[in-house]
Structure formats: structure tokens, C-alpha cells
């Protein structure tokens, strides 16, 4: 679907987010939970953004925000070539803290830390994996800065580029869905969501789409 097609912010006096998650690690595709590693983008997660900033060159963009890890950065960029603009990295929307999980994957969790994987699953919203974080804390962080933005830009089009965790928490606030739902919504690598504001609702126009929205597996 071509984004032109799906209708401009300010209709309605809706703020539109482009919400993208950031293109493949260097690492590829290796399923390992980076969080706050500072882990920057492959030659072919630099493609994926450059595809999808050539499909939003038609989109007026107010601003360009983006968490202040270097993969969202990178991505930020490349989304600003050619708009006369500069991104803004905000802290508050570091993909979720995975403590003493980070660089792992999932198998390597299960055999490591079985006993805090097992908590964690039972409780998914609420765990705070060990030294690092909640779900909650990531809606705690992410949301009321999410808030401010869309104030500041109220009537516009703006574009946020996060990670995996991050835009999930903003999806299932915008869906109305509870938090343990959150892994039933995919995040390719480089994907766009759309999504409306409007005064009394929500609307997501668009869900884990763009040009890298294929699947990656």
C-alpha cells in the first residue's frame, strides 16, 4: 500500500506518527535481546532504511525523533536526507533494559536464568527482569514523552524511529490492548505503523507495513 494513499495528518485535527522500528543490527539476524547495547546497523539494515525514507519522501514531516541508541540513530538520518531537518535522540525511548539478559538469546536465557524466564512469562507485564526492566517501566518511560511530543506537534505529521519492545508498548496503548498481548504484534526490521491522533480517539492506519514490512525469518 502506498502511503499517499492512506491520507494526510490534520484531517480531523489528527496528529499522524510515522512509526518505524530501526533497520537490521550488525550482528544480523541472530534473535539475541541487544536492549540497551549500543549496537549499530548492518549494510543491509542501512538498505531497509534508505527504502523506506524513498517511500516517505512524499510525507511532510514536522520533526524526526528517535531513541538515543545508535541503531535508532542511524536510522534517524537517513530519514532526514533531503528535509532540511535534523532528528532529535530521546533517551526515553531506548528499547526495553534486558539487564543481565542483554546479548543473549532466547535459548540461551532458558538455560541460563530458567527459574526468572518462567516468572517472567507469568507475569509479562509486571517482571522486572534482573537489573534491568519491567514492561510497565517501559510504558512509563515511553508514554508520557510520546505525549508531549504529539502536543508539540499537534495538527502535523512527525516520524519516531524506536525498536521492537518500544513499538509495541505505543501499538497496544493505541490498540487498547493490555500489555500481555503485547508479542501477538510483529516488528520487522525497518517497518512502518501509522498512526492518527485524533481528540477523542485512535486510529492505526497502518501495522508492521512500508516496504520492509515482508517477513524476515
Given at each position: 500500500?502506498?502511503?499517499?494513499?492512506?491520507?494526510?495528518?490534520?484531517?480531523?485535527?489528527?496528529t499522524?506518527?510515522?512509526?518505524v522500528?530501526?533497520?537490521?543490527?550488525?550482528?544480523?539476524?541472530?534473535?539475541?535481546?541487544?536492549?540497551?547495547n549500543?549496537?549499530?546497523?548492518?549494510?543491509?539494515?542501512?538498505?531497509?532504511?534508505?527504502?523506506?525514507?524513498?517511500q516517505l519522501?512524499p510525507?511532510?514531516?514536522a520533526?524526526?525523533?528517535?531513541?538515543?541508541?545508535?541503531?535508532?540513530?542511524?536510522g534517524?538520518?537517513?530519514?532526514?536526507?533531503?528535509?532540511?531537518?535534523?532528528f532529535?535522540?530521546?533517551?526515553?525511548?531506548?528499547?526495553?533494559?534486558?539487564?543481565?539478559?542483554?546479548?543473549?538469546?532466547?535459548?540461551?536465557?532458558?538455560?541460563?536464568?530458567?527459574?526468572?524466564l518462567e516468572?517472567r512469562?507469568?507475569?509479562?507485564a509486571r517482571?522486572?527482569?534482573?537489573?534491568?526492566?519491567?514492561?510497565?517501566d517501559?510504558?512509563?518511560r515511553?508514554?508520557?514523552?510520546?505525549?508531549e511530543?504529539?502536543a508539540?506537534?499537534?495538527?502535523?505529521a512527525v516520524?519516531?524511529?524506536?525498536?521492537a519492545g518500544?513499538?509495541?508498548?505505543?501499538?497496544?496503548e493505541?490498540?487498547g490492548?493490555?500489555?500481555?498481548?503485547?508479542f501477538?504484534l510483529?516488528?520487522?526490521?525497518?517497518?512502518?505503523?501509522?498512526?492518527?491522533?485524533?481528540?477523542?480517539?485512535?486510529?492505526?492506519?497502518?501495522?508492521n507495513g512500508?516496504?520492509?514490512?515482508?517477513?524476515?525469518?
Amino acid at each position: 500500500m502506498r502511503v499517499a494513499a492512506l491520507g494526510q495528518a490534520g484531517q480531523l485535527n489528527s496528529t499522524r506518527l510515522y512509526l518505524v522500528r530501526h533497520g537490521q543490527v550488525a550482528d544480523g539476524h541472530t534473535h539475541r535481546y541487544h536492549g540497551h547495547n549500543d549496537i549499530g546497523l548492518s549494510p543491509q539494515g542501512v538498505q531497509q532504511l534508505e527504502r523506506l525514507a524513498e517511500q516517505l519522501r512524499p510525507v511532510s514531516l514536522a520533526a524526526v525523533y528517535a531513541s538515543d541508541l545508535a541503531r535508532s540513530r542511524e536510522g534517524a538520518a537517513i530519514l532526514c536526507r533531503g528535509r532540511g531537518l535534523s532528528f532529535e535522540a530521546v533517551p526515553e525511548f531506548r528499547e526495553i533494559n534486558f539487564g543481565l539478559w542483554e546479548g543473549l538469546t532466547l535459548e540461551e536465557i532458558a538455560q541460563r536464568y530458567p527459574e526468572q524466564l518462567e516468572a517472567r512469562l507469568r507475569d509479562l507485564a509486571r517482571y522486572r527482569i534482573p537489573e534491568g526492566e519491567s514492561l510497565m517501566d517501559v510504558r512509563d518511560r515511553v508514554l508520557p514523552k510520546l505525549k508531549e511530543i504529539l502536543a508539540r506537534h499537534q495538527g502535523q505529521a512527525v516520524a519516531l524511529v524506536a525498536h521492537a519492545g518500544v513499538n509495541r508498548v505505543i501499538l497496544c496503548e493505541a490498540l487498547g490492548l493490555p500489555l500481555t498481548h503485547l508479542f501477538r504484534l510483529h516488528q520487522n526490521y525497518g517497518c512502518l505503523n501509522i498512526i492518527d491522533y485524533l481528540p477523542d480517539f485512535t486510529v492505526v492506519r497502518l501495522l508492521n507495513g512500508g516496504v520492509n514490512g515482508e517477513a524476515v525469518d
